[in-house]
């Protein structure tokens, strides 16, 4: 408790505020640019933070973090793309809203819930990290296999027009996740002899693609803006007190959304990319009004949201206490614990508490300052939006997306497979195949793959080596989730086709 509030006494100064408004500040910027993600965002700005002090510059880099993955809200509320892959499901519902004269409503909601989330990753990592993490190391490779199938019984619900339609994106996604050299074996696979394909599909690529370029050729091709007669920011018929009072008001959604985003985060190579998504799912199938869901529902964008922000402290759960990122952000913030002789391990904790509290209650500082700087931010970039004519939008965006996907590896070969992959997405979109399946299926295409190969390299000598797979009473619960998962969402809709449900709702609303 001493060095907890020794490092809050080193938190409450001038200077440490301006480190941490500063980063958040930075981090937004780069996060609502399309294709600069929140790993980027770190890796460059690190050069920033050598001639700080240790806690400075994890304060610093820790604002940043949360700052990007916020940012990512923006786009997507307000042009339809996703700025980091976390804000995919944002999107859902955050540009209806925006699409219908509420865009200060869902900016609003996603600040709210991004702060709230901040802050439960934070008291989570506080007092949980230890048992979280011994936890988190009981997942093997059939663990994995089933939690990327969890994830892919999310495809049902991402397609509420057509199941069929849902499910070949999908399949396109994991086929995507094929290109490449194989995960466990090491062979080339669809690279048509071609050797930089071997690298395969980097999922910002696909996400820019899928989701910017079919945006701005709709865009072009109707000539209209991204928010179409739209002038002025609609705020008269909602206030922060009353778009919060609706959020803490149904507290069940924010609190699943909580608690799956950090169940997810903490897990070791699951990443936060599919958090939001499968929050969304559940904020959806357990609503009282599901169908509003993808047409403009605050609950959807609240539920995203704060299961992102959840992720950003959530993932420092195996960091700081295994040493293990829990995504990709957080390898640089090992890379500078280590720089600076600090080993992550349950030592870090008591050798160094107060550097180690003092970083972890910055994120927390930084949660509560997006609400300042994500709502005036959101303002400013909304203005921007919608007072832009679409033939400098279109360009502007266009011209961003190009330099961003380039930028992440320095190759016009992403540039290339970007721009194929949005051609291909703008067709897929005009005949109801939607980039979300494919993209969900290139995510964790390859994490099923790599679960399962590696299981059954493990049972060689089993006699029936597929039951690897539920070798343990936690392959076996997450099996059990799968299928629960998809009953939950397939009945109903096998019920709807048949005409049941509609019967059985008509009952309910006729009784007393």
């Known amino acids: 408790m001493d060095m907890l509030l020794e ?28 294709g600069l993600t929140a790993t980027m965002a770190l890796a460059v700005l690190l050069p920033f933070t050598f001639s700080m002090e240790a806690l400075q510059g994890l304060m610093a880099l820790g604002g940043v973090y949360m700052g990007s993955i916020y940012g990512g809200a923006f786009t997507a509320i307000l042009i339809n793309t996703p700025g980091t892959p976390s804000s995919i499901a944002t999107t859902f519902d955050g540009y209806p809203m925006a699409r219908q004269g509420r865009a200060y409503e869902a900016i609003a909601a996603a600040t709210i819930a991004s702060v709230a989330g901040g802050i439960v990753g934070v008291i989570f990592l506080l007092v949980l990290a230890p ?45 995507l996740s094929t290109i490449g050299v194989s995960p466990v074996g090491g062979e080339s696979r669809f690279i048509f002899d071609y050797p930089p394909l071997q690298g395969g599909i980097e999922l910002i690529v696909a996400l820019i693609g899928l989701f910017v370029i079919p945006e701005l050729l709709t865009m072009a091709a109707e000539g209209r803006g991204a928010l179409p007669g739209q002038t002025e ?43 939001s998504l499968v929050a969304y799912n559940e904020a959806r199938r357990f609503s009282r009004d599901p169908k509003s869901f993808g047409k403009g529902n605050v609950d959807g964008v609240v539920a995203s949201e704060s299961s992102n922000n959840v992720m ?179 009945v109903p809709m096998w019920l709807a086709r048949k005409g049941l449900l509609d019967r059985v709702d008509e009952d309910e609303g006729r009784s007393p």
């Open 7 to 34: 490092a809050l006494a080193s938190l409450l100064t001038f200077e440490s505020v301006i480190t941490v408004l500063v980063g958040v500040s930075a981090g937004l910027f780069i996060g609502a640019m399309p």
């Open 131 to 175: 048992p979280l993490a011994r936890w988190a190391v009981a997942f093997g490779p059939s663990e994995m296999f089933w939690v990327a199938m969890l994830g892919l019984t999310l495809v049902a619900s991402l397609s509420s027009d057509s199941l069929l339609k849902g499910l070949l994106g999908g399949c396109i996604g994991i086929l």
């Open 233 to 275: 920011l609609r705020k008269k018929e909602v206030s922060i007190l009353s778009i919060a009072r609706h959020i803490f008001g149904k507290p069940v959604n924010l609190i699943r959304s909580c608690l799956i985003g950090q169940i997810i985060a903490i897990i070791p190579g699951a990443g936060g990319n599919v958090t």
């Open 312 to 490: 950003v402290a959530g993932s420092m759960v195996p960091l700081l206490t295994l040493g293990i990122p829990g995504a990709p952000p957080d390898a640089i913030i090992l890379g500078v614990l280590l720089m600076h002789g600090l080993r992550p391990g349950l030592d870090l904790f008591t050798e160094s508490g107060v550097l180690t509290n003092g970083f972890i209650l910055s994120m927390g500082m930084a949660a509560l300052l997006l609400l300042p700087v994500g709502l005036l931010g959101g303002r400013l970039i909304h203005r921007v939006v919608i007072r832009t004519p679409y033939y400098f939008l279109v360009p502007s965006i266009a011209m961003v997306t190009i330099l961003g996907t380039f930028a992440l590896r320095n190759s016009l070969l992403d540039v290339g497979i970007m721009l194929i992959l949005g051609t291909a997405g703008y067709f897929l979109r005009l005949i109801g195949i939607q980039p979300a399946p494919i993209v969900l299926g290139l995510i964790l295409g390859g994490i099923a793959e790599e679960g399962y190969v590696q299981t059954l390299m493990a049972a060689v000598v089993d006699p029936i080596p597929w039951l690897r797979l539920l070798h343990n009473p936690l392959s076996m619960v997450l099996a059990g989730l799968v299928v629960l998962g998809a009953a939950t969402t397939l």
